[in-house]
């Protein structure tokens, strides 16, 4: 029957239609953007400069001044939550998406390319991966010291080989279809098959994996922030929020408890997102649902 | 005659996202005991929907609106899941169209095979494996006990096919169902297959029912054919009144439509103009009006019913849906609009004296067997299998030459060659005097402009995520055209195709079959070149499709000049196209000349097999034995002497002994035999 394929139908709008119906999507799609926008929006929506100190009312609970407490150096909490989330946002974003795209390229590369280079690329993803990332990025801050950027370039090593390898396997099987013959037999060049040819196919997969990385991410930064590995002090972030908190967790539980919900809300989220988008690309699983 | 299978009245209905599809509507047919019945119809025509409906296998969608479905006297559609197994373990089987997807990849034959022999209690294992075995044998698979061991990717695509038939015979099923069983076949091997489903029936007592679009294989197996078209029967009866004397202008026009038909060289296809109608919703009148060419203001609200045609064969009742054979009816015929039949052959001027256009000698293409240090381990040096072995062919300008052989003849390897996609071992490729081997791949794109190809698949050689108008204007865009007003140029190489305009904003996989291959000619065509090549430019297509497919493909050569490499195993159609013919047997020409001569006198016993071995849609000549046995052997494996000596039934001593050398003929062919049929 081919009733199915005469059908017009565009694919966007269908995606984001399917993505809404579906119980699951419709939560983590919500508590997505509710993380973007608060961190984005960060500044108007804080009531004091996170930084501030304001001794009097150290460890106190919630109030009306300061609505989630303050810590023990009297910084407002809920302030310094948004102001968290933007450092979160930051690592996860930039972390992900440069992962994304480098291990997209060097995937496609290594799938399309020939084999000397395939085999080469392979053994750098696999060395890669033979470090787990925490041990690796405590090494690297002990001999660096701690810092964002360093915390996010190792993110983004490490995550490389997992898009790489999606994409490789992909691109092999891609390879000799019919269409990139056809398109080869035209005269087009590799970069033209590869971007405009094989990386539409090949993308839908990475998406799903990098919606469902952005939570291991961010629990990456804060928990090296929470070790004080991570971001510096003053600067607020979820890791440095639960770890200052820790130390006073017996006096005021206020800061440990602000810093957690965040993280927890913005992990699930992503999760929940990410099912769902994998649900939605696949067709054999959409059915099943 | 006692009925075995009585379809009455069956409507079945598909509920999807938009709206309710129609797919079965009124069938009602009855499959006579110990008889081979056919069911033709083209894609969209809802034969399988049939099948599953008597399997009681349709998908979770359906409704099964009205109707009943008796077997045997018993009602198929009120059984209980129980009274359903042993209804499909016992009493049917089926044989599907592809074997590699039907039988299980991770289980060996014997297990598959005893495994279909569970609910046969009183057996011991042993005497399942030795009635497996007997079964392979009946099938024509030697040293069965050992090939039992063996898993379904170990055989071939005609063994696993004879396997498939053994496994669906094991049951001794009372009616068994073939569903396009020779469409993933080569011509010799589906000789073959039709020869064996005809011996399973007469030895078994079998009755059968055929699901085919390929009249050649219906008219040599069936006693009884029907007719459907977009969800009904149109016609149904005897074969030979079928053939010979259709009454539905659906059967009359699907007959014309066959390639193999006509045995004339017209270059000119009789095609049905229009598309199948949409199924949802109920239609008024009759399905096939709109593309009837005799069709009057009846036939558009009032549905016809099945009337009887007087003076059909033997038992079965001719009959056909058609407002024309209402006895009561007030049917005027219309003044006969003549088929708009363009009888005046295209010429096409071809210079003989001119230089070709693309020359090819001595080409080799080698493909490596193994890693070079598994080789170095094994002592082997150089392994290697030669996929095309020493081809060379010649096109003028403004001629056709059609490349014909079974799958690994290395047809489609040597086009690949031309246009640079493979790596060429040794030999010589110019197109217009320049040499292409070895050309970098900067001065090859040059050469791009001029050779254009069209590939097997027509949907799956379209890039899938990108819009008809993207994909048209992209070979403008890689050959530096981006000047040109990229939309005109869409739309101008549409209106050469005869594509809606509106078309350029769709995805390949809403096109049907024939609109994807339409835009494989045009992006083919884009850049206006001298040479195309066409691999299987009609394969997926139906038979009313094709001939649009072909007619546009030789207007547009006599319109530019164009140049045809066309790449088939379908001889009937490269017949009709073809001004010389090069029949490829493992990477190697055993006959090369003009296509007519081909023909008429085959000169290589391969030849001969091919040309005799097509099925035609004429049940007269049932052809009582199969010209040549065997399989296409493996490219590793090549026979000594006469690579062809194993099938060739005129083979001698010297034959497998001495390799042939390429021998002229008086009339210009060549050929690479020692003992040449003809000339």
Known sequence: MTMDAVGTFRQRPEKLALLLKNKQGMIGFVLVVAFFLSALLAPFLATHDPAQLDIPARLTGPGADHWLGADQLGRDTYSRVLYGGRVALKVAAIGVTLSLVIGLTLGMVAGYGPRWLDNALLLLFDTIRSFPTIVLALAAVSLLGPSLNLILSIVIITSIPSYARLARTSTLALKNTEFIMAERSLGAGTFRILFRHVMPNVIGPLLILAAMDVPVVVTIEAGLSFLGLGVLPPTASWGTILNEGYLVIRTSPWPVVAGGIPLVLTTLGFTLLGEALRDIFDPKLRGIR | ?679
Not at chain 2, 447 to 471: E, K, Y
Request: charged share 25%.
């Open chain 2, 1 to 679: 005659m006692e009925a075995l299978l009585d379809i009455h009245r069956l409507s079945v209905e598909f509920n999807t996202a938009r709206g309710r599809v129609h797919a079965l509507r009124d069938v009602s047919i009855s499959v006579p005991k110990g008889k081979v019945v056919g069911i033709v119809g083209e894609s969209g025509s809802g034969k399988s929907t049939l099948v599953w409906a008597v399997m009681r296998l349709l998908a979770g969608n359906s409704i099964v609106a009205d109707g009943k479905i008796t077997f045997r006297g018993e009602d198929v559609l009120s059984f209980d899941e129980s009274a359903l197994r042993e209804f499909r373990g016992e009493s049917v089987s089926m044989v599907f169209q592809d074997p590699m997807t039907s039988q299980i990849p991770v289980l060996d034959y014997r297990r598959q095979m005893t495994d279909i022999l569970y609910r046969r209690k009183g057996l011991s294992r042993q005497e399942k494996i030795r009635m497996a075995a007997r079964f392979m044998n009946r099938v024509g698979i030697p040293d069965a006990d050992d090939r039992l061991r063996h898993f379904p990717h170990q055989f071939s695509g005609g063994m696993r096919q004879r396997a498939g038939i053994a496994m669906a015979l094991l049951m001794d099923p009372a009616l068994l169902i073939a569903d396009e069983p020779t469409t993933a076949l080569d011509v010799t091997m589906e000789a073959q297959i039709i020869h064996l489903i005809r011996e399973a029936q007469t030895d078994f007592g079998a009755t059968v029912m055929v699901i085919s679009h390929n009249l050649g294989l219906i008219a040599e197996l069936c006693d009884k054919v029907v007719v459907m078209y977009a969800g009904e029967v149109v016609e149904q009866g005897d074969v030979k009144d079928i053939f010979f004397n259709a009454h539905h202008p659906y059967t009359q026009a699907l007959l014309e439509c066959d390639p193999s038909h006509d045995l004339k060289q017209e270059r000119h296809f009789p095609t049905i103009p229009g598309d199948v109608p949409d199924l949802h919703g109920t239609p008024k009148g009759c399905v096939f009006a709109q593309r009837c060419r005799h069709a009057s203001d009846i036939c558009q609200y009032k549905r016809p019913g099945e009337y009887p045609i007087a003076g059909g064969h033997a038992s079965d009742a001719h009959a056909a849906r058609c407002h024309r054979y209402d006895p009561g009816g007030v049917w005027k015929e219309l003044p006969k609009s003549e088929t708009p039949k363009a009888s005046t052959r295209i010429d096409v001027h071809v210079e003989r004296d001119a230089p070709p256009l693309l020359e090819i000698k001595d080409l080799r293409v080698r493909f490596p067997v193994m890693g070079r240090v598994r080789a170095l381990a094994s002592g082997i040096s150089d392994p290697h299998v030669d996929a095309v072995a020493g081809v060379s062919l010649a096109i003028r300008t403004g001629e056709t030459l059609g490349l014909v052989g079974e799958s690994g003849s290395g047809k489609t390897t040597l086009a690949r060659a031309v246009l640079g996609l493979n790596r060429v071992h040794s030999g010589s490729i110019r197109f217009r005097k320049e040499e292409l081997v070895g050309l970098p791949e900067n001065t090859y794109k040059k050469m791009r402009r001029d050779i254009a190809m069209m590939f097997q698949d027509p949907v799956g050689s379209l890039s899938p995520r990108q819009t008809v108008g993207q994909l048209l204007s992209e070979p403008l865009i890689i050959h530096g055209e981006r000047d040109l007003p990229l939309r005109d140029a869409a739309e101008k190489l549409c209106d050469m195709v005869s594509l809606p305009r509106n078309f350029l904003s769709r995805y390949p996989h809403e096109l049907s079959g024939g609109q994807a291959r339409r835009v494989g000619v045009a992006r083919a065509l884009a850049l206006s070149p001298a040479l195309v090549i066409a691999d299987e430019p009609t394969a997926g297509l139906d038979v009313s499709v094709q001939g649009e497919v072909l007619n546009l493909m030789i207007e547009l050569q006599a319109l530019h000049g164009l140049s045809y490499l066309i790449i088939s195993h379908n001889l009937p159609v490269i017949r009709q196209v073809s001004d010389i013919l090069a029949i490829m047997y493992l990477g190697r020409i055993v006959e090369y000349g003009a296509c007519s001569q081909v023909f008429e006198k085959p000169a290589h016993p391969y030849s001969e097999a091919l040309v005799r071995g097509t099925p035609r849609p004429d049940p007269s000549r049932r052809r009582k034995l199969v010209s040549i046995e065997g399989e296409v052997p493996s490219l590793t494996n090549r026979p000594g002497g006469c690579e062809f000596h194993p099938r060739c039934p005129y083979a001698t001593d010297r034959c497998r002994k001495e390799q042939p050398s390429p021998t002229r003929l008086v009339d210009g062919r060549t050929v690479l035999c020692h003992f040449p049929l003809a000339g």
